[in-house]
DNA sequence: GCTTTCCTGGAAAACGCTTTCCGAGACGCT
DNA sequence: AGCGTCTCGGAAAGCGTTTTCCAGGAAAGC
């Protein structure tokens, strides 16, 4: 109305009652107070359209009500759907969202753990593949622990190499799926398009596809593998080169469908036909990878339950003493520990996501 | 590192310094402080790995650092890319974004405008459409009139039918256009795939699209009009129907490409040849239209321009005085009002965003 | 009928920071 | 040398809540 918020204290005296009241009615909910003054005070705080500080009820030792997202770039298709699924669970705890882009950055991934650890944010949710640099697990570690030292709460999406809770995609087995089934359809010569080895996630499907091809019997010598951006400027870049090379494959596996959307515009450009003269297949299966043509064959994963499912982790209700403990028996995460990296401690959540492999139609036998 | 966080208070008795100094030194920064002091604050402050509690700094009446965002879904292509755009400039200023979903609720749009409001955001974007129902546009200008009462910044992406900043798409001009070049191609017989007209988005698409048919002398019977959600899934529906009905037209113009995703689909799938026997058109031009197949004809609108030149018109330097007084002399926006609404106030910032229409391979002349 | 227990409202103390106001030295001017 | 001015550190008053503790009245027990 004028100038300046409506506080407690106004309403407090226009309902002609103390300020504790006042908040018990609006805010505690612990102690009864009697009808009359509830409905007094209740009636005061719509007439003075009163908005609670969340800042003071923070600092008066309520609990915060958001929670931090960081993450690469919310354009992204991949990381688009994921905060989606956050999203709906936040909303449902009444929990506000707050966002960092790092661009892949990881010093700005650790600038905006510490600024939402300012914020007090109830939780942090660390989407996308995290990165191998030592001096980054470090820094990282130690921005988390403590944060989870004072009462908060994280969880990766996407594998960290750090201890803690997360919610983990089956990157190895979905490429490994996707090896055998270009084997199975006869591919012998075959292409992948990766990007810096320094994000797990590229290192992941990269390296699990590698392997599998090689226990699937096609010689190293007849696999090429192409390391460049891990982003759609990246994938047009690695099929331009490869196209120019003379296209020494049959298949082409790019570590991600934002890397695949490029590979295919580069691929048209240069008049590669797909897939008669080339397979091609990504990696995620974001919402647009069948409205491309030809539809893209890829490696599905449930990013919008991704981000749901860690929203749930670290929004499950915690004992509220703050002890550093970690995971408390989530129920049906189904704990098949791959033995990616050992150094977690056994107390953290972890939830699997499973890979699923859909062959659409940028696939087929080769030439 | 151990339970509970590290205040300004133990930093400043570490420091063997006065809380004021402290606060001064790692905050402040008006007032001097003598070098040997503030080295030692700092230290401490290294040391101890203080963070300061952004809620205890807000109610002291420093500056708060978040903007709040609030939009229909960040998995939309549209609104991720508004997003990318405004958390750069965020990011620019070291402020922190909130984001809210509403999916497209009038009455989750309040509820978060009202949440952002007890956060004490410095300012809250409106992005995408508003909505054209009385109620809502009463209830909604009553809680942004209180925010900026309260020394709250606010502005739309996209037009809202009330007062304030607003960055604002050339949606009638771009329809228009749109009509325009179809008439041009040589289509008599036209559709439109629009969705509810309780969006002001959808009513100016619509009508400037129909408006400018009319001008172009295409008879109002050869127009066919098909309202659907707005959404891909309202596309495809809309497709799906104008093919059973015996598709009575040659071109179909989506009212957004997100719609026009879903048409092509529909499309595709009842065997109808884009564009040899119906011409598609969206609008927006979202990074994916181009990698279409065909690649999708639309009008081009710089969506992270939008989200940027929003961002910056909240965050420009206000008189720290909040009187409602909304803009100041912003330089760049060319103030051309086409009177699309006639009753905001002549001082608020607009910033007109130009459409321009890009036509690729979904559009042709008619069979 | 008097004491003991609930029950409920109010006063006041945090919460962690910013900022205003003072006071004490240091310096410059006459 | 004396006085005024300037500089910079510290004490303390908020900021708007929550929450603990206390007091007073009503209900209950003997």
């Known amino acids: 109305m004028d100038g300046g918020y409506v506080t407690l204290a106004q309403v407090a005296s226009a309902a002609r009652v103390s300020l504790a009241t006042a908040s018990r009615v609006l805010n505690g909910g612990a102690r009864v107070v009697r009808p009359e003054l509830r409905d007094r005070v209740l009636a005061a705080a719509r007439r003075l359209s009163y908005v ?130 270009l084997v199975r359809l006869g591919h012998r010569r075959i292409a992948v398009a990766g990007g810096p080895p320094r994000l797990n996630t590229v290192e992941h499907r990269v390296g699990g596809f590698v392997e599998a091809l090689a226990a699937a019997g096609v010689p190293s010598a007849d696999v090429t593998v192409v390391e460049r951006e891990f982003s759609e400027e990246g994938g047009y870049v690695a099929a331009h080169d490869l196209v120019t090379a003379g296209l020494p494959a049959t298949a082409l596996f790019c570590a991600s469908d934002v890397m695949a959307i490029g590979a295919l515009l580069a691929l048209r450009e240069r008049g590669v036909a797909v897939p008669g003269r080339l397979s091609l297949i990504g990696f995620d299966d974001i919402p647009i990878a069948r409205h491309l043509t030809p539809a893209l064959s890829t490696v599905a994963l449930d990013l919008e339950e991704m981000g749901r499912r860690a929203m749930e982790l670290v929004l499950a209700c915690p004992r509220p003493g703050a002890d550093p403990d970690g995971g408390d028996g989530q129920d049906d995460g189904d704990d098949r520990d791959t033995g990616e990296s050992g150094d977690r401690e056994p107390e953290d959540s972890r939830v699997w996501i499973p890979a699923r492999l859909v062959l659409r139609d940028s696939t087929g036998p080769p030439p």
Chains 1, 2 share one sequence.
């Open 52 to 181: 609670p500080n969340a800042h003071a009820q923070a600092l008066a030792g309520g609990a915060t009500a958001t929670v931090g997202l960081v993450m690469h770039d919310v354009s992204d298709p991949y990381f688009a759907s994921i905060t989606r699924g956050a999203m709906q669970v936040a909303a449902e705890h009444g929990v506000l969202v707050v966002l960092g882009s790092t661009f892949r950055s990881p010093e700005r991934e650790i600038e905006y753990v510490s600024l939402l650890r300012g914020q007090r944010t109830r939780a942090i949710l660390l989407v996308g593949s995290g990165f191998t640099d030592p001096g980054y697990l470090r820094e990282m570690g130690a921005e988390l622990a403590g944060y989870q030292g004072s009462g908060g709460r994280y969880a990766f999406i996407s594998h960290h190499d750090l201890p803690g809770a997360a919610v983990l995609p089956d990157n190895r087995g979905g490429a490994a799926e996707v090896a055998r089934a």
